[in-house]
């Protein structure tokens, strides 16, 4: 009886060794995986509001190699998967750039909860095999907006050459950004400037005559996040 009792344990034992070997080969694999892993040009997280409409977004940004991209996953730091793309077809040559939104719900307390802080890993996949992996950390604080001082808000008659964009200086923050648009014929400009601006010079011949413009001034975070505050002008002699 004590022989058997004996060979049961030793085999109970021997299983218990195989099995920590095999997670111990996995874990390795794994890490021989995340070592090959090339990572992305850009994978990136961010909190952004339009101050003026009291919307709040969550944006994320990636963008791989040459080859577009099969497979794309964004976990939260809960665990949860956000984004799952999936090429349907090799076909496609797959996505190589992308860009999501969030919603803007009423409830910003929503938006936090479905998006919560922490580190975001980014995990991609192309037809050919080659892998991606990146990380990023989403911060809820948000940088204090700025005033647009000109033009002043639904100017008229603002003259389409030699025009100066101007705001007030906002303490703590990384940088600025200027977006200028009006219908979609037309280009617009979204400029990034350092965080001592506190003007934009557009360029010569860029306004067209009697055309409405709308302008948001942004204030950048030293974690990536964005204040926007926006107004609107019309051109005229």
Known sequence: MADARRKRILVYLAILGALALAATFEA?????????????????VRFE???????????FEIKGGRDGLAELTIVAPNG???????????ITLGMRQFRFESPEPQDVTLLKAAYP???YLF??????????AGTSTLSHRLPETTTIVSPAPNAHGVPTGKLH????????????IVDLKTDASIPSIAARLPASSTSFAVPEDFLAMGKKYKLAVGTV????NISFVESSF????
């Not at 509001?49 to 944006?59: L, R, S």
């Not at 949860?80 to 090799?90: D, I, M, S, W």
């Open 28 to 44: 390795l694999g794994a890490d021989a995986k995340s070592a090959a892993a090339k990572e992305f040009a850009t994978a990136s």
């Open 49 to 59: 509001q339009n101050a003026t409409d009291g919307d709040n977004e969550v944006v």
């Open 80 to 90: 949860r998967k956000v984004v799952a793309f999936r090429a349907p077809e090799r």
């Open 117 to 119: 802080e922490g580190e």
């Open 123 to 132: 995990r991609g996949k192309t037809f050919s095999s080659a892998t991606f």
């Open 165 to 176: 964009i101007t705001w007030r200086a906002v303490a703590g923050v990384s940088a600025y």
């Open 221 to 224: 975070s030293s974690e990536g």
């Open 234 to 237: 019309t051109t005229g002699r």
